[in-house]
């Protein structure tokens, strides 16, 4: 049974950190489905990678539907700007969703809605 642990930072859970680091990291190989293979794989007592699985998922939903209006929008030439600065941005948060994960922390994406 996951317990939360009181030591002052919040988001803190206990799980296996490795597996929520990867639940972060596998998005930049397999952008949908590396979130979602470790959500289908975490333990059923494992809270730390299923809810940093779940925020991982979350993100890269948004940034598929990111990636198609910029798609759509390089018609107008405005999408040519942004698939780069979404790709920058996806990266970069990824990233830091990786090592805060792997520290411990549920990683929260800003401005994500929680869709699944």
Same mark, same amino acid.
């Given at each position: ?26 998005? +930049?190989?397999?952008?949908?489905? %590396?979130?979602? =293979?470790?959500?289908?794989? *975490?333990?059923? $007592?494992?809270? !730390? /990678? ?22 759509? +929008?390089?018609?107008?030439?405005? %999408?040519?700007? =942004?698939?780069?600065?979404? *790709?920058?941005? $996806?990266?970069? !948060? /990824? ?22």
């Amino acid at each position: 049974m996951s317990v939360e642990i009181d030591d002052g930072e919040p988001g803190t859970v206990e799980g296996d950190t490795t597996l929520a680091a990867l639940a972060h990291a596998s998005a +930049l190989v397999a952008s949908v489905l %590396g979130p979602v =293979l470790f959500l289908v794989l *975490a333990d059923d $007592d494992d809270d !730390l /990678v299923k809810r940093n699985a779940k925020n991982s998922l979350n993100f890269q939903i948004v940034m598929f539907v990111a990636f198609v209006v910029s798609g759509l +929008l390089s018609v107008v030439l405005v %999408g040519l700007l =942004l698939i780069p600065i979404f *790709a920058i941005i $996806d990266l970069v !948060l /990824v990233l830091i969703a990786t090592v805060k994960a792997n520290n411990g922390e549920v990683y929260e994406y800003p401005y994500t809605p929680s869709i699944v």
